[in-house]
């Protein structure tokens, strides 16, 4: 079964930091493109950042290009979230989710339940 | 940046009923759409991909049409487990942006 768990999520002031985290199981990881979306509290989702299986292409969302960084760790199975420079408006619920590796398709398959961020002083 | 707009933003069916979501793209997303549903306190899931093909599992209720800027997703006998918030997503310019519909609630009439 495939599941993935997001953590790291919590209250953190404007300016300030924080590094979520995702573990993969019940599939290869290492074959797989992965994504960050997430969704403001009552509003609808936001694709985040988008990294290949291996790790050497990576696309951001203008919103977050230069202050977040999207990494993985293939032999951990898990993928990785670096929020700098945190606003009140990347306050969200911040999902972990699989690409379904369809050729020309890029969408997602299996999501995590969601870690939530709250940036507020 | 490809808008995508949803309409109507909430849509109240009895169930048994038929229930139509629209999804308008600002220019032409070819047949690279996607439709998610997501349920109160849940992850979104896939139903519908390449506009019209459903994802693994989902019931054949489930329908989407459309190419070019308006597609729609037609739920042909609402049941109770149906009553979400459903989301379009094209995937037309990626790399590198992939965007969402503002969403369409089908609640309960």
């Known amino acids: 079964e495939v599941q993935l768990v997001e953590s790291g999520g919590g209250l953190v002031q404007p300016g300030g930091s924080l590094r979520l985290s995702c573990a993969a199981s019940g599939f290869t990881f290492s074959s797989y493109e992965m994504n960050w979306v997430r969704q403001a509290p009552g509003k609808g989702l936001e694709w985040v950042s988008y990294?290949?299986?291996?790790?050497?292409?990576?696309y951001y969302a203008d919103s977050v290009k230069g202050r977040f960084t999207i990494s993985r760790d293939n032999a951990k199975n898990s993928l990785y979230l670096q929020m700098n420079s945190l606003r009140a408006e990347d306050t969200a619920v911040y999902y972990c989710?699989?690409?379904?590796?369809?050729?020309?398709?890029?969408?997602?398959?299996?999501w995590g339940q969601g870690t939530l961020v709250t940036v507020s002083s | 940046e490809i808008v995508m707009t949803q309409s109507p933003a909430t849509l109240s069916v009895s169930p048994g009923e038929r229930a139509t979501l629209s999804c308008r793209a600002s220019q032409s997303v070819s047949s690279n759409l996607a439709w998610y549903q997501q349920k109160p306190g849940q992850a979104p899931r896939l139903l519908i991909y390449g506009a019209s093909t459903r994802a693994t599992g989902i019931p054949a209720r489930f329908s989407g049409s459309g190419s070019g800027t308006e597609f729609t997703l037609t739920i042909s006998s609402l049941q109770s487990e149906d009553f979400a918030v459903y989301y379009c997503q094209q995937y037309n310019n990626w790399p590198p942006a992939l965007t969402f519909g503002g969403g369409t609630k089908v609640e309960i009439k």
């Open positions: 990294i290949s299986s291996s790790g050497s292409t990576i």
């Open positions: 989710a699989r690409d379904a590796n369809l050729v020309g398709a890029t969408i997602f398959d299996y």
